[in-house]
C-alpha cells in the first residue's frame, strides 16, 4: 500500500532538513545550534500551521483546550508519525507532557544514552509542528522538548494565558 | 448567483474580496463587514451550547433592510424566510483557524438550496486550505493565488 510509505518518507526527509540546517559550518558552537535550532523550529511551525487546516475533517469539536491537545496527542500524530503518544499529562494551569517513547525520529539512532547531546536537533521541527499547530487553532504556547533516553522523549506545551 | 464571496482573517480583515458587478463593490464590502458581528455572535453563542459536534457552517445570517435573513441552526431551530423580489442572502462559515468566509447570494432566479450552498463553502474551504498549504504565502497576507481566483470565479458564475 502506497501510504505506508508515507512516514519512512517524512524521517528520510526530515533527516536530511535537520544536516541542510547545520551544515556549510553554520552548525560550530553554541550559536551555530542555536540558529539551527531557531530555523528548524520555525520550519515546524510553518507546517503545522498548513497542517492545521488539512486536518480538522469537520466539526469544531474543540470545546476546550484539553480537547485540542488531545487532538495534537491523536490526529496530528497519528497524520505525521503514523501513532499516537503514549501518555498525556498535565497539571490543568495550561502546562501539557506528551511523552512519546518510541519516537520515530529517534528509535533509528539508539537506544540508551549515545547521542544524547546531538537529539535536541532531532526533536526541534516538532517542537515547531506542535506550537504552529496550536497557534492556528487559537492557542498561543511555548514548546520544548527534553530527552532523557533514546528513543523516549517529551514534548511540554506551555500555553500562554493573554 | 454569488455576488460576492469575502475570506476574512481571524482578526476581522479581509484577506480577499471580490464582488460581481464591480460598481457595487463597496456597498458589498460593507455588507459583509456587517455580517462579521453576526458571525462573531453566531460563534460565541456555539460555544456555551453543548452540543458534541459544532458545525462549520453557520447558515443563513441576519436580515437588515433589504436583505432576507434566516438562522438555520444546528439544534433545528425554524427559519423565517420573507421573499421579497431581488432579494440577497448572506451566508456564513467559520473554519478552524476562525477564518471566515462570508458569501452573498442573489436569489431572485432561483432559490439556493442549503445544500448547494454547503457545497460552495466546502469548494471553497478546501482551495483555502491549499492556499494555506503553499510555502510561498504567509499567513495573514492577502490571497493572490490565481487558482483561487479561478475557482472563485467558476463560483461567481455557474450559479447564474
Known amino acids: 500500500m502506497p501510504a505506508m510509505a508515507d512516514e519512512t518518507l517524512f524521517q528520510l526527509l526530515h533527516t536530511q532538513v535537520v544536516a541542510a540546517a547545520y551544515g556549510a559550518g553554520r552548525g560550530s558552537g553554541d550559536e551555530g545550534l542555536r540558529a539551527g535550532l531557531t530555523v528548524l523550529?520555525?520550519?515546524?511551525?510553518?507546517?503545522?500551521?498548513?497542517?492545521?487546516?488539512?486536518?480538522?475533517?469537520?466539526?469544531?469539536?474543540?470545546?476546550?483546550?484539553?480537547?485540542?491537545?488531545?487532538?495534537?496527542?491523536?490526529?496530528?500524530?497519528?497524520?505525521?508519525?503514523?501513532?499516537?503518544?503514549?501518555?498525556?499529562?498535565?497539571?490543568?494551569?495550561?502546562?501539557?507532557?506528551?511523552?512519546?517513547?518510541?519516537?520515530?525520529?529517534?528509535?533509528?539512532?539508539?537506544?540508551?544514552?549515545?547521542?544524547?547531546?546531538?537529539?535536541?536537533?532531532?526533536?526541534?521541527?516538532?517542537?515547531?509542528?506542535?506550537?504552529?499547530?496550536?497557534?492556528?487553532?487559537?492557542?498561543?504556547?511555548?514548546?520544548?522538548?527534553s530527552v532523557t533516553s533514546l528513543p523516549a522523549c517529551k514534548f511540554q506545551v506551555v500555553i500562554q494565558k493573554a | 448567483m454569488a455576488v460576492c464571496i469575502a475570506v476574512i482573517a481571524k482578526e476581522n480583515y479581509p484577506l480577499y474580496i471580490r464582488s460581481i458587478p464591480a460598481e457595487q463593490e463597496l456597498k458589498f464590502h460593507y455588507t459583509v463587514h456587517t455580517s462579521l458581528d453576526v458571525v462573531d455572535e453566531k460563534v460565541s453563542a456555539m460555544g456555551k451550547a453543548l452540543v458534541d459536534q459544532r458545525e462549520l457552517y453557520l447558515g443563513l445570517l441576519y436580515p437588515t433592510e433589504d436583505y432576507k435573513v434566516s438562522l438555520l441552526s444546528r439544534l433545528g431551530i425554524p427559519c423565517v424566510k420573507s421573499m421579497?423580489?431581488?432579494?440577497?442572502?448572506?451566508?456564513?462559515?467559520?473554519?478552524?483557524?476562525?477564518?471566515?468566509?462570508?458569501?452573498?447570494?442573489?436569489?431572485?432566479?432561483?432559490?439556493?438550496?442549503?445544500?448547494?450552498?454547503?457545497?460552495?463553502?466546502?469548494?471553497?474551504?478546501?482551495?483555502?486550505?491549499?492556499?494555506?498549504?503553499?510555502?510561498?504565502?504567509?499567513?495573514?497576507?492577502?490571497?493572490?493565488?490565481?487558482?483561487?481566483?479561478?475557482?472563485?470565479?467558476s463560483m461567481m458564475v455557474q450559479v447564474c
Open chain 1, 41 to 145: 523550529e520555525g520550519m515546524g511551525f510553518r507546517v503545522g500551521q498548513g497542517l492545521a487546516e488539512r486536518l480538522p475533517q469537520g466539526a469544531l469539536a474543540f470545546r476546550e483546550e484539553l480537547d485540542t491537545i488531545k487532538f495534537l496527542c491523536r490526529d496530528l500524530w497519528g497524520a505525521v508519525f503514523g501513532k499516537q503518544t503514549d501518555n498525556l499529562r498535565t497539571n490543568h494551569q495550561g502546562t501539557y507532557i506528551l511523552q512519546d517513547n518510541n519516537f520515530p525520529f529517534l528509535t533509528q539512532m539508539a537506544w540508551g544514552q549515545q547521542y544524547l547531546e546531538e537529539a535536541p536537533k532531532f526533536l526541534a521541527f516538532t517542537c515547531g509542528l506542535l506550537r504552529g499547530t496550536l497557534s492556528s487553532l487559537g492557542i498561543e504556547s511555548s514548546v520544548t522538548a
Open chain 2, 84 to 153: 421579497f423580489p431581488n432579494q440577497l442572502h448572506r451566508y456564513g462559515y467559520v473554519t478552524n483557524s476562525k477564518v471566515k468566509f462570508v458569501m452573498v447570494v442573489d436569489s431572485s432566479n432561483t432559490a439556493l438550496r442549503d445544500n448547494e450552498i454547503r457545497s460552495m463553502f466546502r469548494k471553497l474551504h478546501n482551495s483555502y486550505t491549499d492556499v494555506m498549504c503553499n510555502p510561498f504565502y504567509n499567513p495573514g497576507d492577502r490571497i493572490h493565488s490565481r487558482a483561487f481566483d479561478n475557482m472563485v470565479t
